[in-house]
């Protein structure tokens, strides 16, 4: 660890004696790990690991402890590479870039980050580069709005929505709009849903909205979730095809009848696309590509009172939310050459394979990516 950073047992993980001289630190056993003759002075100094010493007073105390420097020295530098310690200074520092009631909702999000990205600083570094991350939700249906909040919740700094009309009964889930936005702009009130989900008072966000400049910059992900749901199935083949242009990362998302679906991610030139898709299921149907256009834009062969349950779209929202924090801190998601469906009769959820489509063509020119920054931060740390 970096001398000046503060040692601290990450908190996320539960503390159990398994004997008088074994402390296991976490349930899950996949992930626990154990410490091992632990007398007096051992457990005297782990209580010391609580975030408010730096490296140097922290050997110091095992000293006084009479655990001996060396000895102190060797235990931090086991439980580190055992992954149980963080920098608690790297963890004030990355919260501090977010107001402060956002702070303490974003907690138990960075507790987790660091069962995920084990080293110390490591996590969060992590949520700093989720914090500069820019993602644009296309549509604010039943599913969309939900994504949007979650990825806000999540610490994503700036979640833009882009829809039109005024929200429906339709459009309402738990996790999305109210229903008392019912007849309000969509992406109005799909702002006031972001803002919400982020811990800051509504009118407090007008007021900032209005002052801050409009963003020029190129989201570093979009997710594609119409409200017809044809997301589910690669549809808004228009926007996908600018997209690709772009370079533009991009996620399909939606529910359609009793299926929801979370991909593919597409990372343009690097992963197989939705045009791959529709390709790859025009192999098994050669109708599928005249039904999808059928389907879109509010085409004519459009369910007239599309289903889409609530349970299902909330989970299919967490999951496709899921998928983007995974990418953008850095990480490889299952939806991307794949995506996971989730079915409302019998509520299992699957991932199925996307093989690039040979017919498609788009990873022939390799198209430069995006990434997010997060490891050259870790670094600058
Ligand atoms: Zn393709």
Redesign the pocket.
Known sequence: MRPESRPLLKPALSRAWRDKETLQFGTVRRHARLVEEVDQAVSAFLELIDGSREHTALLDAGERLGLGTALAEQLLASLEQSGLLDDAEATTQALAGYPRPRQDLLGPDLASLSLVHPAPGEAPAVLRGRSRARVEVRGAGRVGAAVAAALAAGGVGSVTVLDKGRVTARDCSPAGYPPTEVGRLRTTAARDVVHRAAGAAVAERHRRASRAPASEAPPMLVVLAPRDGSGAFTGAAAESHRLMRAGIPHLYVGVLEHLGIVGPLVVPGAS?????AT?TRRDEDEAWPRLLAQLADEGPGRPRAPACDSALATAVAGLAALHVQLYLDGGHPPSVDGWCEISAADGMARRLRLP??PD????WQSVPQPRPAVRESMRMA
């Open positions: 197989a696309c939705g045009s791959c390709l690039n489509h498609c063509g788009c990873l």
